[in-house]
């Protein structure tokens, strides 16, 4: 059974932008992927308590303990512009 | 028509762990841009968070002093977020089982107790620093922007509130008291001007009597207890003004401009389902046991609203308890009142010359050069009548220098009084010797004239004698 999706919003909320045809292909991936969770989402499961993390595991801390940074210039030497010790990115909030 | 304001507050606190939420890079204000970073709060690919056990119970600390219910199952969710200040493309913070649901706090702004209802507390990261370029500091004509990720990742509680707030007055108030738990608690340094408290409000307005809500504005960038109080007012005074028009709200997101003192839209608001919540794969749930949440709770400080009714029943005034809890300085009183100092006498000295001596500094409580024990001990000499209050401001600036101790400062300055009979004696006789006039109107019964022969005498020993041994002498002298 096909499932609905609106595929421009998907693909606007992650700020993508694709081609028609990119669209429709992805469209058909997301729907097998849909098809699977809604199998997924008829089994019985009332008594069974909703799970955030498939490892029975519970509490992975650490202290809180300063450790060793990266070197700046190391890590500015990454990215595709600086600006003084800064990085440099195209303007945002600009929707 | 009249409205009633419906607010909610959602204030973002910045924890002063040594480390990051997720990673072990420091957390130190104001340092070089971009040095303290790491695969973590760089977002790059594989690099995987562990959180930071203290942020976690200092969430749970904040919670049961607002009275929350603290989950025993508690998970961490990822909220899609596209801005570069957070490289990952989204923010690790909580969805649907934050740490702490439901608590109150109670709060006066003057006009009476009210009960603020606290919907959740949750534990999530802070985002990196962005300086937007050109555009004549407009962000939406930007040209660009410079990002500083050294805040990226820190550990960041936000704490929300129900709609239960009826002004700006009472936000203020709100606002107020939350600074003032969280200076007691020891999380945070909460210092609004350097972004380690944040507000957020939405505001909306119904007609008197009503209980459905209307449209709500959520409004931003609200930087100090002034700015929160000035921004709601000015948000309820447009919306009033458009509903009186027969205008709509539009739902949105308002940036306060403090210096034009009003509210322009920003950024169109997102449903909270387009953030995609999902739980954090790279992170296992936290589970919390009831023994560690009872030791946190007994491990709590006094809180402000308690410390405050205490104070006040030593015989300090309500307005100056108040002010001691929210700037930090209960502790220093405590302190001086532990040390024998009258507990009016000091109140008095912390809320006035000590919080104008931190104004005029912009130090922090922490930064005193002077404790609890010294002000004891300036109150004392001033109740001993060893220092004229006029000399103890002189020596209060001298000790808050550095410059020793309140005695040590007092006899270094020639500051300590003189109560010594035999060394004033001299001066009264010299000074009834050269007023014959007055000593004789006085003795007819002008009573005023007692005050003048006190001054002569005072000025006779520089402002040094003790100005009631003085007037106790010439009554005497005088035969009154």
Same mark, same amino acid.
């Given at each position: 059974?096909?499932?609905?999706?609106?595929?421009?919003?998907?693909?606007?909320?992650?700020?993508?932008?694709?081609?028609?045809?990119?669209?429709?292909?992805?469209?058909?991936?997301?729907?097998?992927?849909?098809?699977?969770?809604?199998?997924?989402?008829?089994?019985?499961?009332?008594?069974?308590?909703?799970?955030?993390?498939?490892?029975?595991?519970?509490?992975?801390?650490?202290?809180?303990?300063?450790?060793?940074?990266?070197?700046?210039?190391?890590?500015?030497?990454?990215?595709?512009?600086?600006?003084?010790?800064?990085?440099?990115?195209?303007?945002?909030?600009?929707? | 028509?009249?409205?009633?304001?419906?607010?909610?507050?959602?204030?973002?606190?910045?924890?002063?762990?040594?480390?990051?939420?997720?990673?072990?890079?420091?957390?130190?204000?104001?340092?070089?841009?971009?040095?303290?970073?790491?695969?973590?709060?760089?977002?790059?690919?594989?690099?995987?968070?562990?959180?930071?056990?203290?942020?976690?119970?200092?969430?749970?600390?904040?919670?049961?002093?607002?009275?929350?219910?603290?989950?025993?199952?508690?998970?961490?969710?990822?909220?899609?977020?596209?801005?570069?200040?957070?490289?990952?493309?989204?923010?690790?913070?909580?969805?649907?089982?934050?740490?702490?649901?439901?608590?109150?706090?109670?709060?006066?702004?003057?006009?009476?107790?009210?009960?603020?209802?606290?919907?959740?507390?949750?534990?999530?990261?802070?985002?990196?620093?962005?300086?937007?370029?050109?555009?004549?500091?407009?962000?939406?004509?930007?040209?660009?922007?410079?990002?500083?990720?050294?805040?990226?990742?820190?550990?960041?509680?936000?704490?929300?509130?129900?709609?239960?707030?009826?002004?700006?007055?009472?936000?203020?108030?709100?606002?107020?008291?939350?600074?003032?738990?969280?200076?007691?608690?020891?999380?945070?340094?909460?210092?609004?001007?350097?972004?380690?408290?944040?507000?957020?409000?939405?505001?909306?307005?119904?007609?008197?009597?009503?209980?459905?809500?209307?449209?709500?504005?959520?409004?931003?960038?609200?930087?100090?207890?002034?700015?929160?109080?000035?921004?709601?007012?000015?948000?309820?005074?447009?919306?009033?003004?458009?509903?009186?028009?027969?205008?709509?709200?539009?739902?949105?997101?308002?940036?306060?401009?403090?210096?034009?003192?009003?509210?322009?839209?920003?950024?169109?608001?997102?449903?909270?389902?387009?953030?995609?919540?999902?739980?954090?794969?790279?992170?296992?749930?936290?589970?919390?046991?009831?023994?560690?949440?009872?030791?946190?709770?007994?491990?709590?400080?006094?809180?402000?609203?308690?410390?405050?009714?205490?104070?006040?029943?030593?015989?300090?005034?309500?307005?100056?308890?108040?002010?001691?809890?929210?700037?930090?300085?209960?502790?220093?009183?405590?302190?001086?009142?532990?040390?024998?100092?009258?507990?009016?006498?000091?109140?008095?000295?912390?809320?006035?010359?000590?919080?104008?001596?931190?104004?005029?500094?912009?130090?922090?409580?922490?930064?005193?050069?002077?404790?609890?024990?010294?002000?004891?001990?300036?109150?004392?000499?001033?109740?001993?009548?060893?220092?004229?209050?006029?000399?103890?401001?002189? %020596?209060?600036?001298?000790?808050?220098?550095? =410059?020793?101790? +309140?005695? #040590? *400062? $007092?006899?270094? @300055? &020639?500051?300590?009084?003189?109560?010594?009979?035999?060394?004033? %004696?001299?001066?009264?006789?010299?000074?009834? =010797?050269?007023? +014959?006039? #007055? *000593? $004789?109107?006085? @003795? &007819?019964?002008?009573?005023?004239?007692?005050?003048?022969?006190?001054?002569?005498?005072?000025?006779?020993?520089?402002?040094?004698?003790?100005?009631?041994?003085?007037?106790?002498?010439?009554?005497?002298?005088?035969?009154?």
């Amino acid at each position: 059974m096909p499932i609905d999706i609106d595929i421009t919003k998907v693909a606007r909320l992650a700020r993508i932008g694709l081609t028609a045809e990119e669209l429709a292909h992805y469209e058909e991936q997301l729907q097998v992927i849909l098809e699977h969770a809604a199998r997924v989402q008829a089994l019985p499961t009332e008594g069974v308590a909703p799970t955030a993390h498939p490892l029975p595991m519970v509490n992975a801390f650490r202290p809180d303990e300063v450790e060793q940074t990266l070197d700046r210039e190391e890590v500015l030497s990454q990215a595709p512009d600086r600006e003084g010790p800064y990085f440099r990115v195209p303007p945002f909030l600009d929707e | 028509m009249s409205y009633e304001a419906v607010i909610g507050i959602e204030t973002h606190v910045e924890l002063q762990t040594a480390s990051k939420m997720f990673c072990g890079c420091p957390t130190d204000f104001g340092a070089e841009p971009n040095t303290n970073v790491c695969p973590v709060c760089l977002g790059l690919p594989g690099a995987l968070p562990v959180p930071n056990e203290r942020a976690i119970e200092w969430t749970v600390a904040l919670g049961i002093a607002l009275g929350c219910e603290i989950s025993q199952h508690s998970v961490f969710h990822r909220k899609n977020y596209f801005y570069a200040d957070l490289p990952k493309n989204y923010q690790i913070s909580q969805f649907d089982l934050p740490l702490c649901v439901g608590g109150h706090l109670e709060v006066d702004p003057g006009s009476g107790v009210r009960r603020v209802g606290i919907t959740r507390v949750h534990l999530e990261e802070d985002t990196g620093k962005s300086t937007h370029l050109g555009g004549g500091g407009r962000i939406h004509d930007a040209e660009g922007a410079l990002i500083d990720f050294n805040r990226s990742g820190i550990p960041l509680l936000e704490v929300v509130t129900e709609p239960d707030i009826r002004s700006p007055e009472e936000a203020r108030a709100y606002a107020q008291e939350l600074r003032a738990i969280v200076l007691a608690l020891g999380i945070s340094d909460a210092r609004l001007e350097e972004g380690s408290l944040r507000f957020d409000a939405n505001v909306s307005l119904r007609p008197e009597g009503a209980d459905e809500l209307g449209i709500k504005v959520e409004v931003k960038n609200m930087n100090s207890l002034r700015s929160l109080q000035r921004a709601l007012a000015f948000e309820i005074e447009r919306q009033t003004a458009l509903l009186d028009k027969g205008e709509a709200i539009d739902q949105e997101t308002r940036h306060w401009d403090e210096e034009a003192g009003r509210t322009e839209p920003g950024r169109s608001k997102e449903e909270s389902s387009d953030y995609r919540y999902f739980p954090e794969p790279d992170l296992v749930p936290i589970q919390t046991n009831p023994e560690a949440v009872e030791r946190i709770r007994g491990a709590l400080p006094e809180l402000p609203a308690l410390r405050r009714a205490r104070h006040i029943a030593l015989g300090v005034e309500p307005a100056a308890a108040a002010t001691m809890a929210s700037a930090g300085l209960a502790a220093m009183f405590d302190d001086a009142v532990s040390a024998g100092a009258d507990p009016r006498a000091a109140a008095n000295w912390v809320t006035g010359e000590i919080t104008a001596h931190l104004n005029r500094t912009g130090d922090d409580p922490s930064d005193l050069v002077m404790d609890g024990r010294g002000l004891a001990e300036l109150v004392g000499m001033i109740g001993g009548g060893e220092l004229s209050s006029t000399a103890a401001k002189e %020596v209060l600036i001298g000790v808050l220098a550095g =410059e020793g101790s +309140p005695r #040590e *400062v $007092a006899a270094a @300055k &020639d500051l300590m009084q003189i109560s010594d009979e035999s060394a004033i %004696v001299s001066e009264v006789d010299a000074v009834i =010797e050269t007023h +014959p006039d #007055e *000593v $004789a109107r006085m @003795k &007819d019964g002008d009573e005023r004239l007692a005050g003048f022969l006190v001054g002569q005498v005072m000025k006779a020993t520089g402002g040094r004698a003790d100005p009631r041994l003085v007037d106790r002498l010439i009554r005497e002298r005088v035969g009154l």
